[in-house]
């Protein structure tokens, strides 16, 4: 593997990690407001569509996009996963 394509699989990592980061940290903030009812994956699927919609439309989010879309939707998963072990 030479240094290109490690710069490559770091920022995939990273980016994936800043998704499910900024997706923790919204989630966390449904579950102090008590009058919203509805589950994590309803919530997360609107998450996803704030990230999407908003913040990849961004300019100084531009970067985003040289990464492909399947890591922020696995990331989201993950975080999806990861609040059903919760449970």
Do not use: H
């Not at 490559?8 to 966390?28: M, P, Q």
């Amino acid at each position: 593997m030479n240094n290109k394509e490690r710069s490559k699989i770091a920022g995939c990592a990273g980016f994936s990690r800043l998704v499910y980061n900024f997706g923790l940290s919204l989630l966390t903030q449904y579950w102090e407001f008590e009058g919203i009812k509805a589950s994590d994956a309803k919530r997360l699927a609107e998450i996803e569509k704030v990230f999407t919609n908003y913040v990849k439309t961004k300019p100084e989010y531009a970067w985003m996009k040289q990464y492909p879309s399947a890591i922020y939707s696995s990331a989201l998963l993950n975080l999806a996963k990861a609040t059903l072990a919760m449970a």
